[in-house]
Antibody, heavy 121, light 108 residues
Framework: QVQLQESGPGLVKPSQTLSLTCTVS??????????WSWIRQPAGKGLEWIGR???????NYNPSLKSRVTISVDTSKNQFSLKLSSVTAADTAVYYC?????????????WGQGTLVTVSS | EIVLTQSPGTLSLSPGERATLSCRAS???????LAWYQQKPGQAPRLLIY???SRATGIPDRFSGSGSGTDFTLTISRLEPEDFAVYYC?????????FGQGTKLEIK
C-alpha cells in the first residue's frame, strides 16, 4: 500500500518560492503505475488541483497556476516536489500530495496527510 | 474548465436518515471520470466512489453513487454518526481535475 508524506517549510515570505516534497513509501515512484499530484486547500475552503507528474517527467498543470508552478520527480529518493513561485497570502493553504492510477488517472487515492503552508512576512 | 456545482451547501439530517447529495457539471462528464470524497476536520479527503458508481476499497455499502452526463448523486442510505463530514465531487478531463465546492453534512 503506497503511503505519502509531505514535508517542507510551514512559513514562506511573500514574493518568495514555496517548496514542498512528497516522500513515497510502500511503492516505487518509478513503477509507472501512477500519476503524482499536488492539491491544496485554503482554510475553510474547497480543494484545488495544482498539477501532476508522471515517472517520465511529463507534467500537467492547472492553467490558473501554470506560470508559477514546477513539479519534479527524484526517483533516487522516491520523492516528488512542488515549487510555487511569487507567493502571496492567497497561497496560504494545506498542501496535499496524492496519487491517481495511470490506467485511468481519474481519481486520487491515497492522499498524504497534508502540510500547512502560511505565506506571511 | 468544467465547473462542478454541489447542492445543497449544507444538509442537516439525523442518524438513520437517508442523505442525497448532488453534483452538477457545467459540461458533460464521462462517468468513468467522476469521483466522490469524504473529508473530516483535520484530515485529508478519503476516496469513496470512483467511476461515478464504484465503491473504493473498504467503503461501506450504505454509500452509493449514480448519474451520468452532467448530473451525479451520492447517496448514503442510512446515516451513521461517523458519516457527518464534508463531501466533494471531482471530475477529470483534458488532463485537468476540478472539484465541487463541497456539501457539509451536519447532524440535525
Amino acid at each position: 500500500q503506497v503511503q505519502l508524506q509531505e514535508s517542507g517549510p510551514g512559513l514562506v515570505k511573500p514574493s518568495q518560492t514555496l517548496s514542498l516534497t512528497c516522500t513515497v513509501s510502500g511503492g516505487s515512484i518509478s513503477s509507472g503505475s501512477y500519476y503524482w499530484s499536488w492539491i491544496r486547500q485554503p482554510a475553510g475552503k474547497g480543494l484545488e488541483w495544482i498539477g501532476r507528474i508522471y515517472t517520465s517527467g511529463s507534467t500537467n498543470y492547472n492553467p490558473s497556476l501554470k506560470s508559477r508552478v514546477t513539479i519534479s520527480v527524484d526517483t533516487s529518493k522516491n520523492q516528488f516536489s512542488l515549487k510555487l513561485s511569487s507567493v502571496t497570502a492567497a497561497d496560504t493553504a494545506v498542501y496535499y500530495c496524492a496519487i491517481s492510477p495511470y490506467s485511468s488517472s481519474a481519481w486520487f487515492d491515497p492522499w498524504g496527510q497534508g502540510t500547512l503552508v502560511t505565506v506571511s512576512s | 474548465e468544467i465547473v462542478l456545482t454541489q447542492s445543497p451547501g449544507t444538509l442537516s439530517l439525523s442518524p438513520g436518515e437517508r442523505a442525497t447529495l448532488s453534483c452538477r457539471a457545467s459540461q458533460s462528464v464521462s462517468s468513468s471520470y467522476l469521483a466522490w470524497y469524504q473529508q473530516k476536520p483535520g484530515q485529508a479527503p478519503r476516496l469513496l466512489i470512483y467511476g461515478a458508481s464504484s465503491r473504493a476499497t473498504g467503503i461501506p455499502d450504505r454509500f452509493s453513487g449514480s448519474g451520468s452526463g452532467t448530473d451525479f448523486t451520492l447517496t448514503i442510505s442510512r446515516l451513521e454518526p461517523e458519516d457527518f463530514a464534508v463531501y466533494y465531487c471531482q471530475q477529470y478531463g483534458s488532463s485537468m481535475y476540478t472539484f465541487g465546492q463541497g456539501t457539509k453534512l451536519e447532524i440535525k
